[in-house]
């Protein structure tokens, strides 16, 4: 069967530090990855996606960028946290249109 | 306008009761249709999906569509306390690779 991982699962940042949270599905091949983030009292916010190895789409331009080195290996990152970035970011892989979420990693930026 | 909309609640429900959850879509291109239970503090799980118009069944969970109305359901019958949990209408979009999720209604279930 089919499983996803993400982490780290709760992470505190000072404004201005690095980021990078990593997912990892294993028990499929190519299949598609997202990175939804996810504000207090707010809906889902599709932040990237991707089709295939080094195949990274864009839905909202800000500090964040995404990387998908491995076929089944996503990574989010930002060289320089803002305070809006504070939220739940939720990793998500779909093969056939439905999505299945990882456990989420929550940042808080101070 | 927003592509997907749900009535936040929060939605009391009486235990035993049916609770009865709603959503509308913009997109009328739109093919499949999930429901996503979330609950607080962990990340949204699939309940349901479904894809014609009518009704589909799985358990206590029955799903609602009418592509004409725009509007999805979700019935959950016999309601139990574990039900208590944040509901997250989602849809797929004509020529997108995502889905787009509403704010979602939070359903509390009362002893």
């Known amino acids: 069967s089919q499983t996803i991982h993400q982490w780290p699962a709760t992470l505190v940042q000072p404004v201005g530090s690095p980021l990078s949270l990593e997912c990892t599905v294993e028990g499929t091949s190519n299949p598609n990855l997202y990175w939804y983030r996810q504000a207090a009292g707010r809906g889902l916010q599709l932040l990237f996606y991707?089709?295939?190895?080094?195949?990274i789409s864009s839905e909202v331009p800000q500090n964040l960028s995404a990387s998908r080195p491995q076929d089944r290996q996503f990574i989010l990152s930002s060289k320089k946290l803002l305070l809006s970035d504070s939220g739940f970011y939720l990793c998500?892989?779909?093969?056939?249109?439905?999505?299945?979420f990882g456990e989420g990693s929550r940042l808080t930026v101070l | 306008q927003k592509e997907v909309e749900q009535n936040s609640g929060p939605l009391s429900v009486p235990e035993g009761a049916i609770a009865s959850l709603n959503c509308t879509y913009s997109?009328?291109?739109?093919?499949?249709f999930f429901w996503y239970r979330q609950y607080s503090g962990k990340s949204p799980e699939l309940i349901m999906f479904i894809y014609s118009n009518g009704d589909k069944e799985d358990g206590r969970f029955t799903a609602q569509l009418n592509k004409a109305s725009q509007y999805v359901s979700l019935l959950i019958r016999d309601s139990q306390p574990s039900d208590s949990a944040t509901y997250l209408c989602a849809v797929t979009q004509t020529g997108a690779n995502n889905l787009f999720f509403g704010t979602g209604t939070r359903l509390t279930i009362i002893p």
């Open positions: 997109d009328r291109g739109s093919q499949s």
């Open positions: 998500a892989w779909s093969a056939s249109g439905e999505l299945f």
């Open positions: 991707s089709v295939g190895i080094g195949q």
